[in-house]
């Protein structure tokens, strides 16, 4: 099993450009999330999906879009970058929606926008 | 709503030195706890949990943490550093209702020193 996967791994990009981070798992997992981690902030909550074919905000959801396209996969759009945004991108799921269930976390995706 | 301080954000010990990283939680009523790890480069991975059993929490790699609600604390110890150690620690604390999610600290930052 690979677990969580996230592409791409590094991403720049110029002020006003869109771009799509993809996330899956292969854990049969009902709810994913997306987190991103600043330097001294920890990880903020941007977008989570409890099961497939929800979506709910999260703490930061602001200039973020998502979509569940399917149980495996929960992508999320930068419409509009802004320097802002820069910052490593954490995708994670969960067997259910419920805190004590664990979540496993992929790799990480590094965004810059300049 | 549930937050969690961790104090120091970055911490130094001797190898074979005993590992305290501190987390207090603010909180009405009990919620979960849980340790996360993050080693250079990769996503965060469970440590340990608390969510209302025994107090005191075993997790993996020799680490372990104590619930004492009278001190609104949940600190992550280790009796004797590895190398392998190095890494961010993160706090995080949930309620207990059915779909609350995490709410992360800021981490802190472990060095072992040789």
């Known amino acids: 099993n690979a677990g969580v996967t996230q592409t791409p791994k590094f991403q720049v990009l110029k002020t006003g450009q869109s771009m799509t981070l993809q996330c899956a798992q292969d854990m049969n997992h009902n709810s994913m999330y997306w987190y991103r981690q600043d330097p001294g902030m920890g990880l903020r909550l941007i977008y989570y999906?409890?099961?497939?074919?929800?979506?709910d905000k999260g703490e930061v959801p602001n200039g973020y879009n998502v979509s569940r396209l399917n149980k495996r996969e929960f992508s999320l759009r930068l419409e509009s970058a802004a320097p802002s945004q820069t910052s490593v991108y954490f995708c994670a799921s969960s067997e259910m929606a419920g805190a004590s269930y664990e979540q496993y976390f992929g790799p990480g995706t590094r965004l810059t926008v300049t | 709503a549930q937050s969690v301080t961790q104090l120091g954000s970055h911490v130094s010990v001797s190898e074979g030195a005993l590992v305290l990283l501190r987390c207090n939680y603010s909180s009405s009523v009990p919620p979960y706890l849980f340790w996360y790890v993050q080693y250079p480069n990769q996503g965060l991975q469970l440590l340990l949990k608390y969510t209302s059993a025994a107090t005191l929490v075993k997790g993996i790699n020799g680490f372990e943490a104590e619930f004492k609600k009278s001190e609104t604390s949940f600190h992550l110890t280790k009796p004797s550093a590895h190398m392998s150690d190095a890494a961010e620690y993160f706090c995080a604390v949930s309620g207990r209702r059915g779909n609350e999610k995490l709410t992360f600290g800021t981490g802190t930052r472990l060095t072992i020193i040789p």
């Open positions: 999906s409890a099961s497939e074919g929800t979506t």
